[in-house]
Each structure stands twice: as C-alpha cells, then as structure tokens.
C-alpha cells in the first residue's frame, strides 16, 4: 500500500487533490481512500489531506503517519518539521517550487518532482488553485496513476471553462515537472 500526504494552505486545493486522485485511481483499477484534517477552516490555513492507494480494498481510515510520498504545495512548509514528521525511507517528494533544491530537503527523500505549480494555476486559471498542476506533476514524477485517468477524473468535479483550464493545468504540470534523483 502506497500511503501519501498532501500539505497546504486552505484555499490551494489539497482536499481536491486527495478526492481527484482518488477517482483516477479508481478508473486505474486501483482502489483508493481519500480524507482530510483540518485546523481552522479559513483559506490560507494549514491543511493536510490524506490519500491511501493500493491494488486490494483499503478499509483503513486513520491518519498517515508514515508515508511514502509527500505532496508539498506551499514551499514554506518544507521548512516545518512536521512535513516530513514519519516518512518512510527511499519516499518521494512533489514540491511546488520554482526552483529543484540542490539537496534533498530530508534525508530520507530519493526523488523529487519539483513544479511551479502557482505560476501554471495563475497562468491558466488566474488565481493559485494549484492542486492541479500538482495531480499532474505527481502522475509523472512517480507513474502510480496514467495522466489520462486523472485527466477523465476531472469530469465529475468540474465542468465548462474550469474543466478546460484544470486540464491544461494537468497536462503542464506533467510535462514541465523536473524530476530529481539523489
């Protein structure tokens, strides 16, 4: 079982994310479970949500506390011990950034897909609903879900003008991700 968790500010789409991928999961034939945590429900607040992946039905709902992959949003975070509080060795890290840092920023990191996900969300959508882009960098950086599941996903949560542009934001955040490997 793949075990990730997804940190942000309210606001930038974590919990999305968690239910987005989810469902490109499902339409993989994976199974899925995503839920969040909340401290104050106010954009700009910290959230984290948590996503379980596996080939087998997940019925465990607790809190991540070790996971294999971390989807880092806000930048800042990566400077709040918390963030890498029980990661499992040899983990992945997808970090909007716009600049790959030279050195993992924790020991037990061995790859990174670094996106700068707020300038692709700012871009194409005009305000920093980056937790596309992030789907999008998180499919090609680690290959546990096919770019077009997560694109068909999209579907049932949005419609219009915002499907077209959430997709765009998927399909750059996939191509421009810069992956590396320590």
């Known amino acids: 079982m793949q075990e990730l968790r997804i940190h942000g500010r309210g606001g930038q789409g974590a919990v999305l994310a968690g239910e987005i991928l989810v469902s490109a999961l ?5 199974s ?3 839920f969040p945590m909340f401290g104050f429900e106010r954009r700009g607040a910290p959230v984290t949500a948590f996503v ?3 080939d087998s039905p997940i019925r465990e709902r607790s809190q991540i506390y070790h996971p294999n992959c971390l989807i880092v949003m806000d930048p800042v975070q990566i400077a709040w011990p918390q963030t890498f509080a029980g990661l ?3 983990a992945t890290l997808i970090l909007n950034n716009p600049d790959p840092p030279s ?19 700012l871009q194409e959508i005009g305000k920093a609903a ?25 579907d049932m949560y949005f419609q219009g003008r915002a499907l ?3 997709k765009r934001c998927i399909e750059r955040g996939y191509a421009e991700v810069k992956v590396a490997e320590w």
């Open 26 to 30: 499902v339409q993989d034939g994976k």
């Open 32 to 34: 899925g479970a995503s």
């Open 52 to 54: 379980r992946l596996d």
């Open 88 to 90: 499992k060795s040899n």
């Open 103 to 121: 050195d993992p920023p924790h020991p037990n990191i061995v790859k990174a897909g670094i996106i700068d996900a707020t300038q692709i969300a």
């Open 130 to 154: 980056l937790n596309t882009a992030m789907l999008g960098a998180f499919a090609a950086t680690t290959g546990l879900v096919r770019i077009e599941a997560v694109l068909s996903a999209l």
């Open 164 to 166: 077209e542009q959430n």
